[in-house]
């Protein structure tokens, strides 16, 4: 479709050269039109709009007539002698596809894709918490449940990629070594976690685990020399009241489990500042990203596990399991472990679909449902004003989410 208009300064910026670019433009373009701007209105370092419309337009293509080598003025002369326009190709983000180009996803799709996103993100965490903590009740070796979890994820990604129902990632070492820092912060998070798990109720260990976010503010502030705005160090007093009001009030507090969640919170924000310095520049999906952070972080945990609990007590502890449990207990172990990294790679792979703040509102909703469900299920007693130290604490998650926007 072709338009003549004039145009204003607004929008668009004449780059120089024979390029015209916008700043951030979104991609991919809905359609393509074109535009034929008068000659003697084009100026090195303007900005540009159409005058009849408000929506912004984004010029896609060079000016065909100049040669990016040659003065602007000259090229303007040598113009002149054949015609006074220049034509160029831009699109309006609001038109649809043309039919050589792929459609994009309506706003409607986007979000029943993303609330479906949500969904298995929630039920698989839901699933996995269950099976962790009746594996971690009759068979208390966290460092083992945290290595099969690992090992399970590995072989699954391995297959995957083998079987060529997921691409394998094109990675090299500089890779490996940007991911390292980012596979040691996940290990001592993840086994700290189930270390917490094992001690105590895992409604109490995600009341905790939902404090991350002060954790994340202070390592930036202190460490990074990040600046916030009021707002967001407004939200961590509720969400530090609370966790401190769930804790005093937990009718089966232990150090040991208070602890490891709470290490585990300061892991993973280490883990997030180095996903963030080492990951940039590098292009891989959500998907192969966690495979190759699962594998890495399974070659790290292996030795320590073997150290820390060893296989003697591995066998001792798995036969005791299987008599009080029967075969049951077997499958108790695996859904644990595929569960586990089912959840992690849908959370993963969610980021490549949304935008870190939708993703903080998520896990802020995954927690709310993680900790509704184990205490039915586990029958957890809570009291009153312990419930009311959660909520406070999830509020100021959430509260932390809006703030951070």
Same mark, same amino acid.
């Given at each position: 479709m072709g338009m003549i208009s !004039?145009?204003?300064?607004? !929008?668009?910026? /004449?780059?120089?050269?024979?390029?015209?670019?916008?700043?951030?433009?979104?991609? &991919? &373009? &809905?359609?393509?039109?074109?535009?034929?701007?008068?000659? !003697?209105?084009? +100026?090195?370092?303007? /900005?540009?709009?159409l005058s009849k419309t408000r929506k912004p337009l984004y010029i896609i293509s060079s000016l065909e007539p100049f040669d990016s080598d040659l003065p602007i003025l000259k090229k303007q002369d040598d113009l002149k002698k054949s015609s006074s326009l220049i034509t160029c190709h831009v699109y309006t983000p609001s038109r649809p596809f043309d039919d050589d180009q792929p459609p994009r996803i309506s706003e409607t799709a986007q979000k029943i894709k993303i609330g479906i996103y949500f969904a298995i993100w929630w039920s698989l965490n839901v699933v996995f918490n269950i099976y962790n903590k009746k594996v971690l009740n009759v068979y208390p070796y966290p460092w083992l449940t945290s290595t099969l979890s690992l090992a399970t994820g590995s072989i699954i990604m391995l297959i995957a990629w083998i079987t060529k129902i997921a691409d394998a990632p094109n990675?090299?070492?500089?890779?490996? +070594?940007?991911? *390292?820092?980012?596979?040691?912060?996940? !290990?001592?998070?993840?086994?700290?976690a189930t270390v917490s798990m094992s001690k105590v109720a895992v409604s109490f260990t995600h009341i905790i685990k939902s404090s991350e976010p002060a954790f994340s503010v202070l390592v930036s502030r202190l460490i990074l020399g990040d600046r916030f705005p009021v707002a967001v160090y407004l939200s961590l007093i509720p969400i530090i009241g609370g966790c401190g009001l769930a804790a005093l009030t937990e009718m089966n507090f232990n150090l040991t489990g208070f602890m490891g969640a709470?290490?585990?919170?300061?892991?993973? %924000? @280490?883990?997030? /500042?180095?996903?963030? =310095?080492?990951? +940039?520049? =590098?292009?891989?999906?959500?998907?192969?990203?966690?495979?190759?952070?699962?594998?890495?972080?399974?070659? /790290?945990?292996?030795?320590?596990? @073997?150290?820390?609990?060893?296989?003697?007590?591995?066998?001792?502890?798995?036969?005791?399991?299987? @008599?009080?449990?029967?075969?049951? *207990?077997?499958?108790? %172990?695996?859904?644990?472990? %595929? @569960?586990?990294?089912?959840?992690?790679? %849908?959370s993963y792979m969610s980021l490549d679909e949304i935008s870190p703040l939708t993703f903080s509102v998520g896990n802020t909703m995954k927690r709310i449902s993680v900790i509704v469900s184990s205490i039915i299920i586990f029958q957890t007693p809570v009291r009153p004003v312990n419930a009311l130290g959660a909520a406070i604490a999830i509020l100021g998650t959430f509260l932390y989410s809006q703030a951070k926007q």
């Open positions: !004039t145009i204003n300064r607004s !929008t668009l910026i /004449i780059a120089g050269g024979s390029n015209i670019y916008r700043k951030n433009p979104p991609a &991919p &373009p &809905p359609r393509n039109v074109s535009v034929s701007l008068p000659l !003697t209105a084009l +100026k090195r370092g303007q /900005i540009y709009s990675i090299d070492m500089d890779f490996w +070594k940007s991911l *390292f820092p980012v596979a040691v912060a996940h !290990t001592i998070g993840h086994v700290a709470m290490i585990s919170n300061l892991a993973f %924000v @280490f883990r997030n /500042i180095f996903s963030k =310095k080492g990951m +940039k520049g =590098k292009s891989i999906s959500g998907m192969n990203y966690y495979a190759c952070l699962c594998m890495l972080s399974l070659v /790290i945990l292996t030795p320590f596990a @073997f150290a820390v609990e060893g296989l003697q007590m591995w066998i001792a502890g798995w036969r005791l399991a299987s @008599f009080e449990i029967g075969p049951q *207990f077997v499958w108790w %172990v695996v859904a644990q472990s %595929v @569960f586990y990294h089912l959840y992690n790679q %849908v």
